[in-house]
């Protein structure tokens, strides 16, 4: 849908991993980036360095030698001005706007011309069905229209009308009677449009080549929630209900794919990120859903009769005395360093290249060894032949809850010298559920429930203090990342607790030698 590009880029960071991934993308359209160095007025900004920086980028993306001659804006949106001078400072963004007008070409677009628009993206309303966003490429489209549903050149056309046309005014969609190209529109009253599809007129049928959507990297597992305390929060349970919602997310979001298997629910998923967006306030599973969902594990793929992964770019930025325990994780989980760039200031960054399965887990263990302070993005890169050597797990174990009832304070407080606590007293528990991080690599099963044994004999001092650790707060992503493979996590509308796949202690054994 589009002419031009901004690649906004900090003046103190430089290119991110999630910038290498947009504009490859541009480049590859044929797309002469306009270069927009932002937030020049911050302590610490290196706005000459970003810009070599970002024609590195470019060189290493193979972009021409007109793409590699772009122009560069310097801006700070926080006080609102922009220059094309490194050296001076702005006094609105005026130059910003000329350098659009100046470097964007204008598209030639006739609106009496047949009508042509392709689907870029899309969007579901439980009222209308999918909608479909995407610009107008010439002639003029209406409600209740007659159209042909084209997916590709050489596809069979499929009559349809069109139910309503919106177009966005700010933030809002407002309903139009008519739009001309140029126009960036959606529609609704088509079920058979997907991403790439091209709309016409019935007696002009000139379908454009289908959009190629990246296919996903990830699968996870949903599957209904068995777990002993599954009734008590949430209204929705069954499979068919999960089902329904995961096919409603697939609907909007074409970068997720679905498929059915016994009775679990896979989900592949293009990128790494929450699978269920519409979460209201104070709930972690979506509009009352109780879930369990497994650990994530990539998607291989087999080209040229070779086995390939999923693999990232990595960009960390950590303290100088964190580095090396940074690397040592880094190395241990298959990542190869590209680059490394210290500031002068106390802090380096590291980039790497690291299979995707590297990551999964990678976010805990790194807030852990920079104590908070570290900065960490990547992004997806490409298919290549996988790393044929085992991939680091987990080092610790967990704490298991060998049978059901409420936590009590004192068995905690015996517990923690084995290790660090999910859970707080009062919370209910049930065997197989996982309540804390063991010390050691392997798993322990623990009576969480345990009271004191009291007597009629009179101690001859004061009863023991009971002092107890903070438990560590779960957050959805904490908890995916988490787990190993023979562990779920249970969602519901008001808590996320992790358990194994085996609740049974003799079940887990058996599978364990069934594994080996």
């Keep these: 849908m589009v002419d031009g590009v901004l690649l906004l880029v900090d003046a103190v960071e430089g290119p991110m991993p999630q910038t290498r991934f947009v504009t490859r993308k541009a480049l590859a359209l044929g797309l002469k980036p306009i270069v927009v160095v932002n937030k020049v007025d911050r302590p610490g900004a290196r706005a000459q360095w970003v810009v070599n920086q970002t024609f590195d980028l470019f060189d290493k993306l193979g972009a021409t ?6 122009p560069v804006v310097y801006a700070s949106a926080l006080e609102g001005w922009a220059t094309r001078k490194p050296d001076e400072k702005g006094e609105n963004l005026k130059p910003l706007f000329e350098a659009i007008l100046e470097y964007v070409p204008m598209r030639d677009e006739n609106p009496d011309e047949p009508l042509q628009l392709q689907i870029c993206s899309l969007d579901y309303n439980s009222y209308v069905g999918k909608i479909g966003i995407g610009r107008i490429r010439r002639g003029r489209i209406k409600a209740a229209q007659d159209v042909i549903v084209l997916n590709g050149p050489n596809s069979t056309p499929i009559k349809a009308k069109i139910n309503q046309v919106l177009m966005f005014e700010g933030l809002q969609r407002v309903q ?5 190209a140029g126009d960036i529109v959606l529609i609704n009253g088509i079920d058979e449009i997907g991403v790439g599809t091209t709309l016409c007129p019935p007696d002009v049928p000139d379908a454009l080549p289908l959009l190629k959507v990246d296919e996903p990297t990830l699968t996870m597992n949903f599957l209904v929630n068995a777990s002993p305390l599954a009734g008590r929060e949430g209204k929705f349970l069954t499979s068919r209900q999960i089902r329904e919602r995961l096919e409603r997310e697939t609907k909007s979001n074409v970068a997720m794919r679905g498929r059915i298997s016994g009775r679990h629910r896979h989900l592949h998923r293009a990128r790494p990120r929450r699978a269920a967006p519409d979460h209201p306030a104070g709930e972690h599973a979506p509009r009352g859903l109780r879930i ?15 086995k390939h992964e999923p693999f990232e770019v990595l960009t960390v930025d950590v303290e100088d005395a964190n580095q090396g325990g940074v690397m040592e994780e880094l190395g241990r989980r298959r990542g190869e360093l590209l680059d490394m ?30 104590r908070g302070t570290g900065i960490m993005s990547h992004v997806f890169d490409e298919y290549a032949p996988a790393k044929a ?3 680091a797990e987990r080092r610790n174990g967990v704490l298991i809850s060998q049978d059901d009832g409420a936590i009590v304070a004192y068995a905690i407080w015996k517990l923690q010298e084995r290790g660090r606590m999910f859970v707080s007293p009062g919370e209910p528990v049930y065997e197989g559920m996982i309540v804390g991080i063991h010390s050691r690599d392997n798993d ?9 044994q009291l007597t009629n004999i009179r101690a001859s001092g004061k009863d023991e203090a009971i002092d107890l650790v903070p438990p560590i707060g779960l957050t959805l992503e904490y908890a995916v990342e988490f787990i190993a493979d023979d562990e779920l996590v249970e969602i519901t509308p008001k808590s996320i607790r992790l358990r194994k796949r085996f609740l049974k202690e003799h079940e887990r054994k058996r599978e364990s030698r069934a594994a080996a």
């Excluded at 030698?65 to 772009?70: C, G, T």
């Excluded at 369990?292 to 009769?305: F, L, M, T």
């Excluded at 200031?345 to 807030?367: N, T």
């Design 65 to 70: 030698e007109e793409q590699l001659d772009f």
């Design 176 to 180: 139009v009677e008519q739009a001309e």
């Design 292 to 306: 369990a969902v497994s650990r994530p594990r990539v998607i291989y793929k087999e080209v040229g009769g070779v």
């Design 341 to 370: 760039q210290p500031d002068g200031k106390g802090r380096v960054r590291l980039d790497y290249r690291i299979p995707a399965r590297g990551l999964i887990g990678f976010q805990g263990e790194f807030m852990t060894l920079t």
């Design 389 to 391: 050597d085992q991939m």
């Design 444 to 452: 322990l099963t623990v009576n969480p429930i345990r009271t004191k």
